[in-house]
């Protein structure tokens, strides 16, 4: 936990995770490869996967990994601006609560996502992409509120 108390410690994180969450992001939008394991179109009789799986198929979410980069950037800009002495003990232990609920989370959906890709692998793909984005995104608009506040 005491590595939390630098700034630089979690830009350093931050960074590095959005990374390469972001690359997964933008590299993968429209690749042709990507696209051949995605479910075809109306697997399902479902309106959101059907639209979330055509969003994917259109490469539109490249726009996910840029607005990971751009919450990066505010985050770091925030922390180099206003932080310039190390976390006091209260908020390392608000961020630590923060990274390990993001973890638990993360735990938590492996075996669910294992499940669904074994019993049905339709919209697995698109779940994964999905829960990561959700995950991710997550984690950085809490920690922007977190910099905000602090």
Avoid: C
């Avoid at 800009?77 to 630590?96: C, N, P, W």
């Avoid at 669910?112 to 019993?119: G, N």
């Amino acid at each position: 936990m005491s590595l939390l108390k630098h700034p630089a410690v979690n830009i350093l994180f931050i960074s590095f995770m959005s990374a390469i969450y972001s690359f997964i992001f933008i590299f993968t939008a429209g690749h042709m490869e990507f696209i051949s394991i995605l479910s075809h179109g109306e697997t399902l009789n479902s309106n959101f996967w059907n639209g979330w799986s055509d969003f994917l198929k259109t490469g539109n979410m490249k726009f996910i990994g840029y607005l990971i980069i751009g919450l990066t950037v505010v985050i770091v800009v925030f922390i180099l601006v206003k932080r310039t002495k190390q976390y006091d003990e209260y908020q390392v232990s608000i961020l630590a609560k923060s990274l390990f609920l993001a973890g638990v989370l993360s735990i938590i959906m492996v075996p669910f996502l294992m499940i669904m890709l074994l019993s049905d692998p339709n919209y697995s793909t698109e779940t994964i992409f999905l829960f990561a984005a959700i995950q991710w995104v997550s984690v950085l608009v809490s920690y922007l509120i977190f910099v905000v506040r602090s």
